[in-house]
């Protein structure tokens, strides 16, 4: 079963990135491999648009490799002004794809369909022992603009590059913004290399996300609560808000409402008959609570379900689960099952006997559940993965 709430396309798809509210429109793109479920080198930028974030419908390709580009890694989309946006993105070439290069495309048409490649504007940075660069994020900041580019050093320190520019045309390194060893793990653990670095304010707290990366492996996302200033960030508290396997890559943005939301990639969630790998997660609003990041389903979601909904509709399941009422929720299917659980500490994930958790604090969740996709929100945080998809499948609890 094809998810309905969760955006797939044909082929491969990773990382969500870009996500722009323009001309009336909101406007997704992500990283594509067209016509195919693995992913490979010469990864493009799909695009979708819609009327809002629950109906995103693929559009055709932004920005594909040639002229340069062995492969169109992950990026960032600004509004350059007079109807332009541009796309900064990663450029690989030759056999280090580790090391990439920061070049620059622009828009053609209001639509954001057509794009023109531009010059590379940043390459890595010499004398901090790199072994990985990849993943600008622009952003405009008290009156100029910033890059910030995920690093990984030589002597294992996960680092944030920081760039900066007047004109969105010649960049400066400005040095590393924030860095953290590979082997700290109090209070949570950071890897050797910060991916999809995001940066975004929220309630008046500046928050960093990024996903973790260490040995060519990647292990889920985290953030850091702190402060802005100058081109440096300063975390004064560490923090986990995805948990379970597939969250990975989330994109940090602002809805036509002004609300700051994010959106993540789903690892290992596929079509059973092969038409299609990898999905994006619902669409979350972001905010901060006694100075804890948390997560709460965004409004398009709530729109298009209904607040009210129970059972099974289409494919589509939302369950109001309180596990201390309603005990253990189970799903048994010919090719699998799944099931939450929960202990005085932990709400736990089990698909086939492999576990995921997330801490267990006081109220209920909400499950939404759609075709091949579970997710799961409590207490401002979720925990998702995908789940057997048979239709015969059954439910009850206890």
């Known amino acids: 079963m094809r998810p309905q709430l969760h955006f797939t396309a044909g082929g491969w798809i990773n990382d969500p990135h870009g996500f722009v509210h323009a001309n009336g429109e909101y406007h997704a793109f992500y990283q594509y491999v067209p016509g195919s479920t693995e992913w490979e080198t010469g990864i493009h930028w799909g695009h979708a648009a819609g009327p809002d974030l629950m109906s995103l419908r693929p559009r055709a390709i932004a920005i594909a490799p040639g002229d340069g580009d062995d492969g169109i890694w992950t990026g960032s989309i600004?509004?350059?002004?007079?109807?332009?946006?541009?796309?900064?993105?990663?450029?690989?070439?030759?056999?280090?794809?580790?090391?990439?290069?920061?070049?620059?495309?622009?828009?053609?048409?209001?639509?954001?369909?057509?794009?023109?490649?531009?010059?590379?504007?940043?390459?890595?940075?010499?004398?901090?022992?790199?072994?990985?660069f990849r993943d600008p994020f622009v952003f405009e900041d008290d009156g100029c603009w910033r890059?910030?580019?995920?690093?990984?050093?030589?002597?294992?320190?996960?680092?944030?590059?920081?760039?900066?520019?007047?004109?969105?045309?010649?960049?400066?390194?400005?040095?590393?913004?924030?860095s953290r060893s590979t082997l700290?793990?109090?209070?949570?653990?950071?890897?050797?290399?910060?991916?999809?670095?995001q940066l975004i304010?929220?309630?008046?707290?500046?928050?960093?996300?990024?996903?973790?990366?260490?040995?060519?492996?990647?292990?889920?996302?985290?953030?850091?609560i702190g402060r802005w200033h100058g081109g440096k960030f300063d975390v004064e508290r560490w923090g986990t808000l995805a948990y379970g396997s597939s969250y990975y890559a989330p994109t940090v943005y602002h809805d036509a409402d002004g609300l700051p939301c994010i959106t993540f990639w789903m690892r290992h969630v596929a079509d059973p008959d092969g038409a299609w790998v990898g999905a994006h997660s619902l669409p979350w609003g972001l905010s901060v609570i006694d100075g804890d990041l948390r997560l709460d389903m965004h409004g398009s979601v709530e729109r298009l379900l209904g607040r009210g909904l129970a059972g099974s509709t289409n494919g589509r399941t939302l369950i109001h689960w309180d596990p201390a009422v309603d005990g253990?929720?189970?799903?048994?299917?010919?090719?699998?099952?799944?099931?939450?659980?929960?202990?005085?500490?932990?709400l736990e994930f089990l698909v086939d006997g492999q576990r995921s958790a997330m801490p267990r604090r006081q109220g209920g969740a909400l499950v939404v559940v759609d075709g091949p996709i579970l997710e799961l929100a409590h207490a401002g945080s979720i925990l998702g993965g995908a789940i057997p998809t048979d239709r015969s499948s059954t439910a009850q609890g206890g």
Request: with cysteine; net charge negative.
């Open 78 to 132: 600004v509004d350059g002004g007079r109807d332009t946006h541009l796309a900064f993105y990663t450029s690989v070439a030759g056999a280090d794809t580790a090391m990439g290069t920061v070049r620059v495309a622009t828009t053609q048409d209001r639509s954001l369909d057509r794009w023109s490649k531009g010059p590379v504007v940043v390459e890595p940075p010499e004398g901090l022992g790199l072994t990985a």
């Open 147 to 178: 890059m910030l580019v995920g690093g990984a050093m030589a002597d294992g320190v996960a680092g944030l590059l920081s760039f900066s520019s007047v004109d969105l045309t010649d960049w400066q390194f400005d040095g590393v913004a924030a």
């Open 184 to 197: 700290a793990q109090t209070p949570i653990w950071t890897g050797e290399l910060w991916e999809c670095p």
């Open 201 to 224: 304010t929220v309630d008046g707290h500046d928050v960093l996300m990024f996903s973790v990366w260490a040995a060519d492996t990647g292990y889920g996302t985290a953030y850091g």
């Open 328 to 346: 253990d929720l189970e799903r048994a299917a010919d090719d699998g099952s799944w099931s939450l659980r929960a202990t005085p500490t932990e």
